[in-house]
Each structure stands twice: as structure tokens, then as C-alpha cells.
């Protein structure tokens, strides 16, 4: 039996919200500070948001039975979904969702040009003065960092970083309102799984009496637990002591005469995860990575190529990103189809209130959803032509982005992927799109800049707030109520980050801090930048003909799902091409789905339902166990333990 209802259960309280803001604060600052100074596992990179799962793990572990045991009182469930949907959103802000791609992009173009790759002259006179620092300065002390009794120039820094934070925030808010005009489709109508709802939730959940929670009562959870906290414990200690010998789990195979590497190394998290989803679905995933890979090793053997690989879409040739991204592309207009009556309803009450429609569990009412998209969606696009973009180019590039985006909620909302990003980023699909001469040198600069959120799309607040929706429809929680712990999520995120970020680089100088960000992003932009503008080129009509044959396939084979009962592949694994992170991961789903059909088979659906707490036990102790050494790294000094996707 768990606990009555109590006065404010349902609601998301005071000090639910007060506690959650401390926790993104602490994700927005340590994040930064982890994977920059300590060189560890990155926990708010990815949409498996670690750093939320670490955060929530330990106060259900230890610090609210502490307090129930001392005072009677504790969290319900209701604030403790409160607190985790608050902190997954704050983690897709810091790292490569935003904050620590663009601070060293806003200096990089200056800090790393040189008489060589003429950037002075070709993209620092495109460089709007409003949207970068305004003191050379600045950005010396940014990369080379600044002596102790030196002050922070903070007002080069505010001045910049105020249009860029209007912007996000509008973005966020779009992206939000389509959330709004989705969630009932996908939640109610669908009935998506949303597998990275399912761990907060069993940890949320609380008995009468009872100090944890069922799912760390069970003894299979501890068992899961104990394999990756054991291999990465004996993994770090190597790192202090290298007579302690290292567990080295990575295994690949040289396939087409060595010219492709086929990665089986298994990643525990993502095992535990991808257990939650239906056989077609895994099956989709890593079937479809498979055939992605041998057409790579193909178009290497045979030395065929319709250009060079796409950034981001790496290792995939761009056939093969190309195609993916048409499937995503109608994953997306064939949701919005399906959605159509839903969608109807929508606008009908957005436009002349109706009684009969109920939109009290959305964040937004129906009207502020669809006028704020609009709204939201004009202020963007404005926001990019005064950046230097032309309209035809802002207009090309918001509405991809704003698909990719979509596409990928829906994804990670389906799939529970850990790991993924977009097969294409949407400033190289606009390009592709439009040719660089209609694009423009400006136009080539401002998508330049624009890397920071549209690029290496491996977080966005989007597909957390996704997740967050069904974690608050089963925990009824306040939606409207909700929304402003959202703002203040996202708030308290990019403010924190942004002091972490620049704080950072100052004391210890850019250059000295590991990562991509300050080193490989601002370097990689700007050398596209440049190669754009030197080797001027039409519209790539063998990229696009790719694009239209993803469409194509994904079609067919989303009209054979559709009509043929028990057909065991479902085509969303079509959708993730073979970026990084899904070359990394699709052994991982392919071991889980084995592990699932077999219990299945010969256990039915009980041994199923009594394994999962192993399984999620597994994503519990990779996690916990990556932050816990990322605690101690910290203090004593130590750097490099990496046990998540870097």
C-alpha cells in the first residue's frame, strides 16, 4: 500500500521547486567543471541526462530517508518528480546543449585566427558586434586565462550573452508550445513508451513505512547495480594505482579489408535502458545501424562517394546521413498527419475557446501554445536575419531545426536511446539545401555561430521536457505550476553555466581545459565557415535526392507496419543513420534485445516484469557509479575517469 494522499501531493510545491533550483545550479556549475577541469564522465551531455538520475538516486538513497527518519516528514512523490523533471531539463543546457559550445565560439573566431586561414578577413567582418564580446581582452583572458587579482570583464561578456539568451529562451519556449500541441497525441492517443520516465518514476514511488522505495528493496537491483559499479570502481582505482589491472570491455571487428571498424563494445546503460522497448523497436535500431554500417564499408571498398562527410553526421557517408534524415523528416510530417484531429482541436480552441475541450494537464493553455509557436517561431526568425542571415536562409534553417528537434522528442520519447544526435545538423542541410552563394558570407557566419545549439544535437530541452510530461502525468502532478518550475530550471541553468563557463576559462585558461569545446568546436566552425566561402558550391542535388529517398523508404516501410500484423521491425531505427554516438551504442541494443526475446520465449511476460528491476539496476549503478568517481575525482585530484559517451 503506498502513502495517502497529504495536502499538496499533487502539487508542485515551494520547497520542491526551492530544492530542485539548487540541484540545477549544481548541475549547471558542476557539469562545466567535471568534464573541463576533472576531465570525467560527462552526465549532462546526452538525453539519458546522468547528472539528473545521479542527483535523484542520491537523495532517495540517503538524504530523504535521513530526513523521515529524523523528523517523520520527507518529499512525496509528487515533489520528487518535481525535483527530477526540473533537473533533467537544467541538463540539457550546460555542456553540448548550449552553454559550453557557445561561449568558446564567441571568442574562438577570434583567439585562433591566423594569417593562414584568413578568418580576420573572411569571417570576423560578418561577425555581428552585438553578438560577440566587444574586448580582444576579453577574449585572450578567456582562452589564456587571467591573473588572480584581475577582475572578469563581465560586461563583455553580459552584453553578448543577453540576445543570446533572449533567443534560447524564445527557442526553448517554441519548442515548448509544439510540446503542448503534441503531448495528449503521443501520450494518450500513441501511447509512447517514454522508457527514460521509468527509472525516476520506480524511484519516486513510496511506501508507507518504508525508508526507500521498492525498487531498492529489491535484491535484483543491487545485483544490476553491482556490475558496472564494480567494473568502473576497478577502472578508476587503476588510475590511482596501475597495479590494479584495467577491465577493458572495448571490442571491434575489421571488416571490408580493415577500411571499417565494427564497434561491439557493450555500454551497460544503455543495455539496462533499451530492455524497456518493445522487440521491433530494438530491433528497428540496431538493425538499421547494421546496414547502415556495411553500406559504409561498401561505399569505402568500392571508393564510391557523393562528397565528404557531413560535420556530425560522422563516421556515416552523406548517402547514408542523407537518408536518415529524410526518414526523420517523415517520421515528422506523418506525426503531424496522424495528428491532424488533434491537431484540429487545438486550433480551434486556440482560436475560439470551447468549453468542451479540457487543456488543464497541458503547461499551456491550448491558445498560448499554438499563438506562442507562432509568435515564438516570427522572433526567431527575425532574431537570424539580424544576425546576417538572408530570410530564405533563416527560414530553411529554423524550420529544420525546429523538425530535427521534434523528430528527436519523438525519437528518445519511442526509443529511450541514451546516446544519439541528428543524421544531419541543420546548418549543413541548409547549405546543402540552398548552395553557399544564395546563403551568402554572412549567412555562412551567422550558421556558424548558430553550431552552439543546432549542430551536435545530443541535448535539447525539448525531449526532457518530454519525458518530464510523462513522468508528470503519472505522478499528477500541477502542469501549470509545472511550467514555472521549467522557467526557473531553465533559468537558474543557463545563468549558473554561463558563470561556471567563463569563470572557468578565466582561472585556468581555455586552452589548459580538456573537451571539445574550447579547442575542437571553434576551430572545426570556423575552418566550415571558410571552406564554404572559398569553394562556393550549388545546391547539392545528390544530398537532396538522398533526403527524398529516406522519405521514400521510411514511407514504405512505415505503410508495411502499418498493414502487416506482427511485422518485427519497426523503421524508427531508420531515422539515427550512424552518427557517433549511435556507432557506439547499437551493439548495446542489440545485446538487450537479445536478452529480451529469450526471456520472453521461455519466461513469458512475469519473468520479464521480475527482471527489470536487474536491468534498471544496471542504468543505476552506471550512472551512480560515474558520478560518485566524478565526486571523489574531484576532490582528490585525480582526472580522466571517463565512464560515459564523452
Known amino acids: 500500500m503506498g502513502e495517502g494522499p497529504a495536502p499538496g501531493e499533487r502539487g508542485v510545491s515551494l520547497r520542491a521547486v526551492a530544492v530542485g533550483a539548487l540541484f540545477c545550479l549544481l548541475i549547471a556549475c558542476g557539469e562545466p567543471y567535471g568534464v573541463l577541469v576533472v ?39 509528487g515533489e520528487m518528480a518535481t525535483v527530477y523533471i526540473m533537473m533533467a531539463v537544467a541538463a540539457a543546457i ?57 577582475p572578469i570583464q563581465w560586461l563583455s561578456w553580459v552584453r553578448p550573452l543577453l540576445p543570446w539568451g533572449l533567443f534560447i529562451l524564445t527557442l526553448y519556449f517554441v519548442t515548448l508550445c509544439l510540446l503542448v500541441m503534441l503531448r495528449k497525441q503521443w501520450l494518450e492517443r500513441e501511447r509512447l513508451l517514454f522508457p527514460l520516465a521509468v527509472l525516476p518514476q520506480e524511484l519516486c514511488a513510496q511506501q508507507a513505512g518504508a525508508a526507500w522505495p521498492p525498487l531498492l528493496r529489491n535484491w535484483l537491483t543491487w545485483c544490476g547495480l553491482a556490475v558496472p559499479a564494480c567494473i568502473n570502481t576497478v577502472n578508476a582505482l587503476h588510475s590511482y594505482h596501475s597495479v590494479i589491472p584495467r577491465l577493458d570491455l572495448h571490442t571491434s571487428v575489421l571488416l571490408f579489408r580493415q577500411s571499417l571498424d565494427l564497434n561491439c563494445t557493450p555500454r551497460l546503460e544503455v543495455i539496462g535502458l ?4 518493445s522487440l521491433d523497436v530494438s ?29 556530425f553526421s560522422d563516421p556515416a557517408p552523406p548517402t547514408v546521413a542523407h537518408v536518415a534524415l529524410g526518414a526523420l523528416f517523415f517520421l515528422v510530417a506523418s506525426g503531424f498527419w496522424h495528428s491532424r484531429a488533434h491537431l484540429r482541436v487545438v486550433l480551434r480552441q486556440a482560436w475560439r475557446s470551447d468549453a468542451s475541450v479540457d487543456d488543464s494537464d497541458e503547461l499551456l493553455s491550448y491558445r498560448t501554445a499554438v499563438f506562442g509557436a507562432a509568435g515564438g517561431s516570427a522572433v526567431c526568425l527575425m532574431w537570424l536575419v539580424l544576425t546576417g542571415m538572408n530570410v530564405a536562409t533563416a527560414t530553411v534553417f529554423l524550420l529544420s531545426a525546429l523538425a530535427i528537434f521534434v523528430g528527436l522528442a519523438r525519437i528518445i520519447s519511442q526509443t529511450g536511446l541514451a546516446y544519439c544526435r541528428a543524421a544531419v545538423c541543420a546548418p549543413v542541410f541548409t547549405v546543402n539545401a540552398l548552395g553557399t552563394s544564395l ?67 578565466h582561472r585556468y585558461g581555455g586552452i589548459n581545459l580538456v573537451g571539445w569545446q574550447f579547442t575542437g568546436l571553434p576551430s572545426f566552425a570556423g575552418d566550415w565557415i571558410a571552406q564554404n566561402m572559398n569553394n562556393p558550391l550549388p545546391t547539392h542535388l545528390r544530398h537532396l535526392g538522398c533526403t527524398a529517398l529516406g522519405v521514400l523508404l521510411m514511407g514504405l516501410l512505415t505503410a508495411v507496419k502499418s498493414r502487416v500484423i506482427g511485422f518485427p521491425l519497426h523503421p524508427i531505427g531508420m531515422t539515427l ?59 582528490t585530484g585525480m582526472s580522466g575517469n571517463v565512464f560515459t559517451l564523452g
Open 39 to 77: 576531465r570525467g564522465s560527462p552526465l549532462a551531455a546526452d538525453f539519458s541526462t546522468g547528472a539528473a538520475v545521479f542527483l535523484l538516486f542520491a537523495f532517495v538513497l540517503l538524504v530523504n530517508p535521513l530526513v523521515y527518519l529524523t523528523t517523520g516528514s520527507r518529499l512525496r512523490r
Open 283 to 311: 530491433f528497428g535500431i540496431w538493425l538499421f545501424a547494421l546496414l547502415a554500417l556495411l553500406a559504409t564499408g561498401v561505399e569505402r571498398l568500392f571508393g564510391w562517394s557523393i562528397g565528404p562527410i557531413q560535420p
Open 577 to 635: 543513420g550512424l552518427t557517433h554516438p549511435i556507432y557506439q551504442v547499437w551493439f548495446s541494443v542489440f545485446i538487450a534485445w537479445a536478452f529480451k526475446a529469450v526471456i520472453l520465449k521461455y519466461g513469458g511476460a512475469r519473468l520479464y516484469v521480475r527482471l527489470r528491476p536487474l536491468f534498471l539496476g544496471v542504468v543505476l549503478g552506471a550512472f551512480g557509479s560515474a558520478g560518485l568517481w566524478l565526486v571523489i575525482d574531484a576532490i
Open 274 to 277: 533499451s530492455y524497456l522497448l
Open 439 to 505: 546563403v551568402g558570407p554572412a549567412g555562412l557566419t551567422s550558421l556558424g555561430l548558430n553550431f552552439a545549439w543546432s549542430a551536435d544535437v545530443r541535448t535539447f530541452v525539448m525531449a526532457s521536457a518530454a519525458t518530464g510530461m510523462k513522468l508528470a502525468e503519472v505522478t499528477r502532478l500541477e502542469s501549470r505550476r509545472l511550467m514555472a518550475a521549467l522557467v526557473v530550471a531553465i533559468v537558474v541553468a543557463l545563468a549558473g553555466s554561463a558563470y561556471a563557463v567563463i569563470g572557468l576559462a
Open 94 to 150: 550546460p555542456s553540448w546543449g548550449f552553454t559550453m559550445n557557445l561561449i568558446p565560439l564567441l571568442g574562438g573566431f577570434f583567439y585562433y585566427a591566423t594569417p593562414e586561414n584568413e578568418w580576420a578577413e573572411l569571417i570576423q567582418s560578418h561577425l555581428p558586434g552585438w553578438l560577440v564580446p566587444d574586448s580582444q581582452q576579453a577574449v585572450w583572458e578567456l582562452f589564456e586565462g587571467a591573473p588572480r587579482a584581475q
